[in-house]
């Protein structure tokens, strides 16, 4: 089982070190002692390069192919514990925003740092509202790809191509830039995500409505025919909304991590969530709402679930939307996703995968092998779930994920570009390979 650290995020005011507090560490190799200042509950890796066997050596490194157990940033951004199953974004419990506010309110405060006033808030909006429309080329861009290109792939392109449409995003060193590309990507996101999808369904793109509030506007652009004016049913709307709010942060993921080490070599905030959406796409981290809904329509009924827990402990299947690199508890958002479940299957009608899901969970959360590994649903183990009730492909559920991530991306970005601490992104390697060898011509190799 795995030994990873369970807690992620070290809150500085519960940090285990004070001023003076240090690591004391002798190296046998040599028998020198060291004494290595804690700060915040952490080491700093630079501090162990002192440790040398003599003058020739480069010194200790610290070894963490996953970053298990390394802090890469100072954030204020978003806060979890793992073990106690707590998600705050800028201190605000997930709980308490998922309940009261909005999407866009919640990536405000993502941003900002804190809750708006009205007129903080009624000009964000407007902001956002004013810049939903892409340039018709970026149309014309999404019109090359192939009518079956996987919609994740078509954002991810899109994004990217973004930065050729706003070749001044780069810099960003200015705050007035760093502001409008903000808006700018928020924007613009459910307008690429839902051309993406409209291209896949052969449909023709529906431009944004700005009368219509964040998620109605995306499910007008998803959905629209030939009515003249879109009305989304508004507990659908509600839904998708807390959805985006559950998706919008989660401190130092993958994608994350992807979207501050690119933007660290200081590029357009673009490329570096273009990079964000690749990470993403992965059936580890994004991929998994898809994964889950193709696991449960595999397992079928409720009578092949024991078959398929079988496949699990022996290793020949994973249970997709189960387990967390830091929740060992249970994952705050998926409790959250359960209620949403409930308020879209009041429109739609239950979704009959439901059923299997929620037999799985039950099964699962009472076998040793998932309660020895602290193995529980995580936030995509129901999403998948409304989204295919929502009538989408199981290809656009990571594109829905990408659309609430996008403001929590981007409050890392611009946390990370006013570090002075964080320099280009650029780890060392324990090199395993051959050394000094002489090129062989070809002739002489056998
Ligand atoms: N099903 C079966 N066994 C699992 C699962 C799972 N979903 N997750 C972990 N395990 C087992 C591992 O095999 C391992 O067992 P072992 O100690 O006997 O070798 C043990 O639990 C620890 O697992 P790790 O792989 O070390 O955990 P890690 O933190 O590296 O992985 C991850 C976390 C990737 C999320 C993993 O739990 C997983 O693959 N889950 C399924 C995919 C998924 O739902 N991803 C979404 C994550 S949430 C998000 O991105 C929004």
Known sequence: MSTEPETASTPVA???????????ITDSRTGASYEIPIRDGAVRSLDLR??????????????????????SCRSAVTYLDGDLGVLEYRGYPIEQLAEHSSYLEVAFLLVHGELPRTDELDAWVYDIKMHTFVHENLK???????HDAHPMGMLLGAVGALSTFYPDANQ?????????QTIRLIAKMPTLAAFSYRHNMGQPYVYPDNDLEYAGNLLGMLYKMTELKYQPDPRIAKALDVLFILHADHEQNCSTTAVRAIGSSQVDPYSAVAGGIAAL???????ANEEVVRMLMRIGSNENIPDFIDGVKAGRERLMGFGHRVYKNYDPRARIIKKACDDVFEVTGINPLLAIATELEKIALGDDYFVSRR?????DFYSGLIYQALGLPMAMFPVMFAIGRTSGWIAQWLEMVQDPEQKIARPRQIYTGERGRDYVPISQRD
Not at 53 to 69: H, I, K, S, T
Not at 172 to 180: E, F, K, L, M, V
Not at 281 to 287: C, D, E, L, R
Request: charged share 20%.
């Open 14 to 24: 519960e940090a285990n070190g004070t001023a003076g507090d240090t690591l004391s």
């Open 50 to 71: 002192q440790i040398k066997v003599d003058d020739d050596d480069f010194g200790l490194l610290a070894y963490d192919p996953a970053f298990m157990n390394t802090a």
């Open 140 to 146: 014309s861009f999404i019109q090359g790809f192939r």
């Open 172 to 180: 960003i060193h200015d705050p007035d830039n760093r502001a409008i």
């Open 281 to 287: 796409y992965g059936p580890s981290h994004g991929g």
């Open 375 to 379: 193995l529980y649903p995580n936030v």
